[in-house]
């Protein structure tokens, strides 16, 4: 376990960022996080998961702890369900792949979500129906202060749509370390309620999806509208979609007739982020390097020599743009740092 200085964070965030650590360490296990933890306790610390959710635009003049603890295990199952826990360094989408491979089924439709484990109940992730407190039991987390160990259950840790305790009442106080999940083992709930999965199985004549099937076509899907991050820097979606009350809806609406939108409940409605920032023209948009991706407008990504400045400044024009155009404030869903 070496603590490296002035170290390049470039390969360590998905948006290829040029950034600094004033300090940087990678733990691969609890004791190695426990002895960083206590010879550090008086120094700032940033903790570093897969860098998928982030935005660099400065330096971090900090200790970055980059969690790297990886391992997978099935605890216990019963006739219809399995419990499976996953350390918080695996990435996400291999781990994904592993439970299909094992016909474990609930986490198929967010196949392909760039990250690792241990960030995904902390925005509690989701896509095409399905998030992560669908499926969620419990995660194991370090006190950073004491080193004491703490099991957040579902209910503590206060889902919402990607939101969690994680990012309000316990922000830097907890590292996740590890996470369980419930998974069907039989009788799987196979949703394909979204039209782009419904159109994708139907090109391929598939009436009756397997788990792999609706996996392969999210991943399908993703890949046609999403850059590889290995290739073109980017967070995955940059924005969230924004939640309206059915009344702020119904003004817009009255307005712009064909407005993209999805019921919540009988008093909210959800509009989605990338069919405003195309529809107010953006869609493809460039300044320099920094642009808006020309198949899916709700990315933002690094041509290549974009800072992190270079990206907020971009985000900051197409939230304006759209809010003059719609009257809708649309919210980073990416931590900008």
């Known amino acids: 376990m070496q603590i490296h200085t002035n170290f390049s964070l470039k390969n360590y965030n998905t948006f290829g960022i040029e950034a600094k650590a ?89 196949s392909l979500i760039p990250g690792n484990v241990g960030t995904t109940p902390v925005q509690n992730i989701g896509a095409y129906g399905a998030e992560i407190k669908d499926t969620f039991v419990s995660c194991e987390a370090m006190e950073i202060t004491t080193q004491k160990m703490k099991s957040f259950s579902k209910e503590e840790c206060r889902f919402g749509y990607r939101e969690s305790i994680f990012k309000h009442e316990v922000k830097d106080k907890y590292i996740i370390t590890s996470v369980i999940f419930k998974l069907t083992n039989r009788n799987h709930k196979i949703s394909v309620e979204y039209g782009d999965i419904k159109a994708e ?7 009756k999806p397997s788990l792999k099937d609706v996996s392969n076509a999210v991943i399908t899907i993703r890949n046609s509208k999403l850059p590889n991050p290995k290739e073109l820097g980017n967070s995955g979606s940059f924005f969230k979609n924004p939640i309206l009350s059915r009344e702020q809806f119904l003004k817009v609406q009255e307005q712009f007739p064909d407005v993209k939108h999805f019921d919540i409940s009988e008093t909210e409605v959800k509009v989605p982020a990338g069919w405003l920032i195309e529809h107010s023209g953006l869609k493809g948009y460039r300044k320099d390097d920094a642009g808006v991706h020309k198949n899916q407008a709700l990315v933002l990504v690094n041509y290549g020599k974009a800072t992190g400045q270079d990206i907020l400044s971009l985000s900051k024009y197409v939230q304006k743009t759209v809010f003059d155009k719609y009257g809708i404030a649309i919210e980073a869903e990416v931590n900008v740092i």
């Open 201 to 207: 199985l139907a090109k391929n004549n598939i009436e």
């Open 22 to 110: 004033k300090q940087f360490v990678a733990v691969h296990s609890i004791d190695e996080l426990k002895t960083v933890l206590e010879n550090h306790a008086t120094e700032k610390k940033f903790i570093l998961g897969g860098g998928s959710n982030m935005l660099l635009t400065q330096d971090i003049d900090s200790l970055v702890i980059h969690i790297d603890l990886k391992g997978k295990k099935i605890l216990k199952e019963d006739d219809d369900f399995v419990w499976v826990e996953s350390q918080a360094g695996e990435n996400w989408h291999e781990f994904v792949l592993w439970t299909i491979d094992q016909n474990f089924g609930g986490l198929e439709n967010m």
